[in-house]
C-alpha cells in the first residue's frame, strides 16, 4: 500500500459526458502528480501541483483540468469526453523540499462508450 | 532528462537472480537513476534509485557504473511475483526557491517474465 488513494477504481460513462477522478496523497506530501496510462501511449505525465500551484504540465488536453485543494487532495476533470480518453489513470505524490521518492496510487479506470 | 535504453524483454527461472540493464549514457551529474515496475495495470511501484553509488534495499540491489553511463537492478532470488514491467528512468531533481521539481518520465520498460 503507497498510501496514495485514488477513487473511484473503475467508471464507465458515455462520449461527452464529464467526469471527475479524486486523489489523496500520502500524508504530508505536498506533491501530486497525473498520469494516463492507455494501451497504446504507455504512461504519460498528464500535469503536477505542489502545494496547491500548478507546477508542470505535460501532455494534457485541453478538455481535462486538475486542481490542488487546501487540504492537499486533487481532483482530475475530465470533460467532452471521447472514447481514446479511456485509460487507467494514475495520481502519485511526493513530500516537498526533501523528498525524493514519488509513490502511485492503484489507479482509476476510465470507460468511455 | 536523460534518455535511458532497455531491453524491451528478458526471461529469468524462479528463485534465480534476475539482472535488468539500463543504459542512460547522458546522463548528467545531478541526475538519479531510478527503478519502478509495473504489475499488471497495478500502480507503478518504486524499487530503488541511486545517483553514483550501488545501493541495496529489502527488494532490489541497484549498481551504476562508475561512468554512470550504464546500471543494473539486480533481483537477487526472483519470484513469480516479480513477474512484472520494470522501468528505469533517469531524473533530474532540481529545487527553485526551495521547492522541488522532477517528475518521472517513462519509457517502454522491460517486461520481465519469471517462470517455474
Known amino acids: 500500500d503507497s498510501g496514495v488513494t485514488q477513487t473511484p477504481k473503475h467508471l464507465i460513462t458515455a462520449t461527452g459526458q464529464r467526469v471527475t477522478l479524486r486523489c489523496s496523497p500520502r500524508?504530508?506530501?505536498?506533491?501530486v502528480y497525473w498520469y494516463q496510462q492507455s494501451l497504446d501511449q504507455g504512461l504519460q505525465f498528464l500535469i503536477q501541483?505542489?502545494?496547491?500551484?500548478?507546477?508542470a504540465k505535460g501532455n494534457i488536453l485541453e478538455r481535462f483540468s486538475a486542481q490542488q485543494f487546501p487540504d492537499l487532495h486533487s481532483e482530475l476533470n475530465l470533460s467532452s469526453l471521447e472514447l481514446g480518453d479511456s485509460a487507467l489513470y494514475f495520481c502519485a505524490s511526493r513530500t516537498g523540499n526533501s523528498g525524493n521518492t514519488i509513490y502511485f496510487g492503484e489507479g482509476s479506470w476510465l470507460t468511455v462508450v | 532528462d536523460a534518455k535511458t535504453t532497455q531491453p524491451p524483454s528478458m526471461d529469468c527461472a524462479e528463485g534465480r537472480a534476475a539482472n535488468l540493464p539500463c543504459n542512460h549514457s547522458t546522463i548528467s551529474g545531478n541526475e538519479y537513476v531510478y527503478w519502478y515496475r509495473q504489475i499488471h495495470s497495478q500502480g507503478p511501484q518504486y524499487i530503488i534509485h541511486?545517483?553514483?553509488n550501488n545501493e541495496t534495499n529489502e527488494m532490489a540491489s541497484l549498481i551504476i557504473t562508475e561512468d554512470r553511463k550504464s546500471s543494473t537492478l539486480i533481483l537477487p532470488h526472483a519470484t513469480l511475483r516479480d513477474t512484472a514491467v520494470y522501468y528505469c528512468?533517469?531524473?533530474?531533481?532540481?529545487?527553485?526557491?526551495?521547492?522541488?521539481?522532477?517528475?518521472?518520465?517513462f519509457g517502454q520498460g522491460t517486461i520481465l517474465t519469471v517462470h517455474p
Open positions: 541511486g545517483l553514483k
Open positions: 528512468i533517469v531524473r533530474l531533481f532540481t529545487f527553485a526557491g526551495g521547492t522541488s521539481y522532477g517528475k518521472l518520465t
Open positions: 501541483y505542489y502545494n496547491g500551484e500548478e507546477r
Open positions: 500524508s504530508g506530501d505536498l506533491s
